[in-house]
């Protein structure tokens, strides 16, 4: 029978309710499950707080670069229950890489992409208006 080990990766501090204010917990948004005996390239991370937004995402960015790079064998997702806001995300390497490389490029590849396109539409909307503005003719 295999034991699963969480290791916790990412906190972040919440407030508590109104009743406790001033205080703060941590609180897990991003947990490493890895089988008892596991190789580093076959590691499941459980991600708090988010849904088919982040998963579908990261998902074709760490597949895209595998495409170039050989060391992504299998990356996919699952969410466990609708009314759960957890993915259950899955990476499977290729020659000793650890899963944790994917997954951390493809969210720095991602967030890149997205700072891209927020300022794009940043441009675009200061070049209307800054059209608006302009007096008709």
Do not use: W
């Not at 034991?3 to 917990?25: C, H, Q």
């Not at 992504?72 to 020659?95: A, D, L, M």
């Amino acid at each position: 029978m295999l034991r699963e080990k969480y290791i916790l990766l990412l906190l972040t501090n919440v407030k508590r309710p109104r009743s406790m204010a001033g205080e703060s917990e941590k609180k897990i948004l991003l947990e490493m499950v890895q089988a008892d005996g596991a190789d580093e390239g076959c590691v499941t991370f459980v991600l708090h707080d988010e849904d088919h937004t982040l998963g579908n995402s990261l998902r074709y960015m760490i597949m895209k670069k595998s495409v170039l790079v050989t060391d992504v064998e299998f990356c996919g997702y699952t969410i466990t229950h609708p009314s759960e806001s957890k993915i259950n995300f899955r990476i499977q390497t290729r020659g000793g890489v650890p899963a944790v490389e994917p997954l951390r490029r493809g969210l720095t590849e991602l967030n890149d992409v997205c700072q891209h396109v927020l300022n794009t539409f940043q441009a675009r909307v200061n070049e209307f208006k800054e059209r608006q503005e302009q007096p008709m003719e």
